[in-house]
């Protein structure tokens, strides 16, 4: 079931911040909402910041980048970038609702609630896979899949199946 709110001009993805979609207006107070405890968070983030945006990010996981292999390694860099800007964070709550200046969050299995302003919301979630070329392709046309196209999320599963691919070409 979609979040109420999800539709709003004001709600982007990440492809919006990043450019690909080309539609994402950073406005006053910013809200990152992280679902896959992966760097693409952490990228928004690190924009956001960088565009000078107050921005708070929630997360259904307890820490930043809490799917990311090796944090020590990983993550405690971009973690001490970000909150030594203008950078909050807040772990273990879900997403219930969007508003016009606001968004909705909750911990899971409490009645807790709680409202953090929001003028631009970006929602970091798993994204479904664009094979769409490789599923059309011209009879006989022999196609190779890496990387997010097959489903993962992991840059080493990316990286195991484009080594993969090379030595099948």
């Known amino acids: 079931m979609p979040v109420s709110g999800a539709d709003l001009p004001h709600v982007y993805t990440s492809w919006d911040v990043f450019g690909f979609g080309g539609r994402a207006e950073i406005n006053g107070d910013c809200f990152i909402y992280d679902d896959t405890g992966t760097f693409e968070a952490i990228s928004v983030a690190d924009a956001l910041v960088d565009a000078g945006a107050k921005v708070t990010m929630v997360s259904r996981y307890d820490s930043i980048g809490a799917m990311i292999p090796f944090p020590p390694a990983t993550v405690e860099a971009s973690k001490e970038r970000l909150m030594s800007g203008n950078f909050d964070f807040i772990g273990g709550h879900y997403l219930q609702a969007i508003t016009r200046d606001e968004v909705l969050i909750g911990v899971p299995f409490t009645e807790r609630k709680r409202a953090i302003p929001a003028n631009t919301v970006v929602l970091v ?25 097959t489903g993962t999320n992991s840059i080493m599963a990316s990286i195991h199946q484009a080594a993969a691919v090379s030595r099948k070409i």
Not at 126 to 145: D, F, Q, S, T, W
């Open 125 to 149: 979630t798993y994204n479904h896979p664009n094979r769409e070329i490789a599923e059309y392709a011209p009879a006989g046309v022999k196609v190779h899949l890496a990387g997010d196209v």
